[in-house]
């Protein structure tokens, strides 16, 4: 848990270099594009807290972080192949909903 945490702290820390090196230029983002790939990750994750409350509550807790860690983890990996904004804000939806599910369970 303590290694998801350092890689979920690098995850939010990424995007300010990210932009800086050239991420913003090569998605094609324009305007508020890049405030809302941060806003599109908290959306995803006050929509999948209460989802998460109740997987958690009918399933054993380690399947549920188990999943959600993988498919976290695969969306993380995603957004490295995410060429335009509507894939990155996707991707970041999905990044924030799989990580309601392992951020509040400690």
């Known amino acids: ?3 998801i945490y350092l890689v979920q702290g690098l995850d939010k820390g990424t995007l300010g270099p ?4 050239g991420w913003l230029e090569d ?3 324009q305007g508020q594009d890049y405030a809302f790939t941060s806003t599109y990750m908290w959306i995803g ?8 409350t109740q997987l958690v509550r009918r399933f054993p807790v ?8 993988v498919f976290w983890t695969a969306m ?3 957004l490295a192949f995410s060429l335009s904004m ?4 996707a991707t970041r939806f999905l990044i924030g909903f799989f990580e309601s599910t392992f ?3 400690i």
């Open 1 to 3: 848990m303590c290694f």
């Open 18 to 21: 990210a932009s800086i090196m």
């Open 27 to 29: 998605t094609g983002a």
């Open 45 to 52: 994750f006050i929509i999948g807290e209460p989802i998460a």
């Open 62 to 69: 380690a399947k549920v972080l188990a999943i959600s860690m």
């Open 76 to 78: 993380a990996f995603g």
């Open 86 to 89: 509507p894939p990155v804000f």
């Open 103 to 105: 951020v509040s369970r």
